[in-house]
């Protein structure tokens, strides 16, 4: 459930990344609350409906369903193919399901509100169906940054070619939300960012 990286926020490897240029292989939206009925779910649930800050994007990735899914729920070896994932760390043992927990930590740059700092953003997975789809709650929390609340939505679908990834994230908290453009576009790159390194690393 990451990022003019502005706010950096929650979730979201793109906290981290430098640039807000869409990837060509992707498709991306800024979506407004009033759209948010028609956002995807996993097991009926999806991100927040009244959330100002919010972000979709797809990508197709030529590999089997079953890599990919396996490469985005494998959280302690995220930091193998996302440089802005720094630590990660399961809370809990098992496969990753409804109920499990993982702690990990990105750099936040400066902006002209925040101070440079490491979020440490402690996750819960909400909803999870093996190939289907995942969903994941929590805050970060850096020194002078903090998102309440990040929801993070993925989907996995088979098309011709390969798999169909799409993702979708909400932040709540005073702080991101004195600033929405600006937390709109930190959201985007971070989520463009994820994107684009789990399209390389599923295709190596």
Known sequence: MSSTTAVTGLLTTGL??????????????????????????????????????????????????????????????????????LTAKRLDHGSLRAGSRFRWTTPAPATPTTPATTLKITSTVQQLKRDSCVLWTGPAIGEGLRIDRGVHLWT??????????HTEETWTGDQVEADIPTATRALGAGLDAWLRDLKAAAEA
């Open 16 to 85: 981290l990344a430098a640039g807000l240029l869409v990837s060509p292989a992707a498709s991306a939206q800024a979506v407004a609350p009033a759209q948010a009925a028609s956002a995807q779910q996993c097991r009926g649930q999806g991100v927040d409906p009244g959330a100002r800050i919010r972000y979709q994007a797809d990508v197709v990735i030529k590999a089997p369903l079953s890599r990919v899914f396996k490469l985005q729920t494998d959280v302690e070896r995220w930091p193998e193919w996302q440089k802005p994932v």
């Open 156 to 165: 996995f679908t088979k098309v011709k070619g390969g798999v169909r990834v």
